[in-house]
C-alpha cells in the first residue's frame, strides 16, 4: 500500500518558463506497478557463484489522489494481494525553491525467497523457490537534491502536475542521502535458514549509509501538448555495516554505488493531463563475502484535470 503526500512551492521562478499549479485543485486517478528485490551474491570458487534473492514480486495498484497548494492526498488498493499484504511502502516528497527532499519507507513481510546457483556469463539455476512471511526487512532513506537552475527548470513538470514546463530547460543536480535498512532472517523456514546463513555468514543486518553524488535532469518540452523529461542521478555510497548470526560482529565500513533514474513523458490539453512515469533505483555493496544489492522499480500511469477555482471544482 502507498500513501503518497507532496508539496512544491515555486517562488521566485521564471513564469516563461514554468506554469505552476499550486493554487489549483488537481483530482487524478493512477495506476501503479512496482518491485523490489534484495539479493546476496556470494563467490563459491573462480566461475561458480550462489544467489540468495528476496523478491515482493510483481504488485499493482489502482487509486486516486487530489492536491491544492501543500496538500497531496492520495490513496490505493492492491490488485495483487498476494504480493502485497504486510508489505508497506510510504514515500513523502516535497520542494522550496531548489531544495527537493524525498523521504521513503519500506516495511517487507511477505516475500519471495529464491536460492539459485550459476557461472560466469551463464544463466542462474534455481534451487529452491518459498514465500517466507516471518521476516522483516525494513529500508528507509531520506535525500535531498539541490537544482541549481531551479528558477527555469521544474524538477517534477514531468512525473505530477504539480507544475509544467513551458519552454524546454535542464539543470545540473546535487544530491545527498542518508539511509538506514535493517534485514532480520531469524525466522527463515528451516528449509532455507541454514543454507543461507552458511552461505552469507549472517541472518541479520544493520546497513547505515551516506550518499553523495551529482546529476542532470532535462524537460524537453516537444510541443504545447507534450513534454519528455529525464533525471540521472549517481551517488557513491559510505556504508557502516554489522553483519550478525549467533554472536554479533562489529560495524565495519564499506563503500558502495547508489543511482537514481527517472523518466516520464506527460500530455497536457487545456484543462486536462495524463501521463506515465518510471523511477529505477539501484544500490549495491559488499557485505563480508558477499555483494549485496537492493532493487527497487516502479511504473505509475495517471491522469486528472487542473481547476482553477472553486468554480470549476463544482
Do not use: C
Not at 81 to 103: E, G, H, I
Not at 136 to 159: E, H, P, Q, W
Request: proline content about 3%; overall charge positive.
Amino acid at each position: 500500500m502507498v500513501f503518497p503526500f507532496g508539496k512544491e512551492l515555486l517562488a521566485q521562478t521564471d513564469t516563461n518558463y514554468i506554469e505552476s499549479n499550486y493554487r489549483k485543485i488537481v483530482p487524478r486517478g493512477i495506476w501503479t506497478f512496482k518491485t523490489q528485490d534484495i539479493s546476496f551474491t556470494t563467490k563459491t570458487s573462480d566461475s561458480t557463484f550462489l544467489k540468495a534473492n528476496f523478491g515482493t514480486g510483481n504488485q499493482f495498484q489502482l487509486g486516486g489522489a487530489i492536491s491544492y497548494k501543500w496538500i497531496n492526498l492520495g490513496y490505493s488498493f492492491s490488485l495483487s494481494p498476494d504480493n502485497s499484504k504486510r508489505n508497506m511502502d510510504f514515500r513523502f516528497s516535497t520542494a522550496y525553491r531548489p531544495l527537493q527532499v524525498q523521504f521513503n519507507l519500506s516495511y517487507l513481510q511477505n516475500l519471495d525467497y529464491t536460492l539459485s546457483y550459476g557461472k560466469n556469463g551463464e544463466a542462474y539455476d534455481t534451487i529452491i523457490t518459498q514465500r517466507e512471511k516471518e521476516i522483516n526487512i525494513i529500508t528507509s532513506k531520506l535525500k535531498v537534491d539541490y537544482v541549481f537552475n531551479y528558477r527555469k527548470y521544474s524538477y517534477s513538470a514531468g512525473f505530477t502536475p504539480v507544475s509544467r514546463q513551458l519552454k524546454s530547460a535542464g539543470s545540473f543536480i546535487a544530491s545527498g542521502a542518508i539511509s538506514n535498512d535493517r534485514i532480520s532472517l531469524d525466522r527463515l523456514s528451516e528449509l532455507t535458514k541454514p543454507a543461507f546463513d552458511s552461505m552469507n555468514g549472517f541472518t541479520n543486518l544493520i546497513v547505515n549509509g551516506f550518499d553523495l553524488g551529482g546529476g542532470y535532469g532535462y524537460n524537453w518540452v516537444i510541443n504545447k501538448h507534450w513534454t519528455l523529461s529525464f533525471i540521472e542521478i549517481p551517488q557513491l555510497g559510505f556504508n557502516f555495516m554489522r553483519a550478525t548470526s549467533a554472536s554479533p560482529d562489529k560495524y565495519f565500513f564499506t563503500a558502495g554505488f547508489v543511482n537514481h533514474f527517472k523518466a516520464g513523458f506527460i500530455y497536457t490539453n487545456k484543462r486536462f493531463f495524463s501521463g506515465l512515469a518510471a523511477y529505477n533505483l539501484v544500490t549495491t555493496s559488499k557485505v563480508k563475502t558477499s555483494n549485496y544489492s537492493n532493487v527497487y522499480n516502479s511504473v505509475v500511469v495517471y491522469f486528472g484535470w487542473v481547476l482553477d477555482t472553486k468554480k470549476n471544482w463544482f
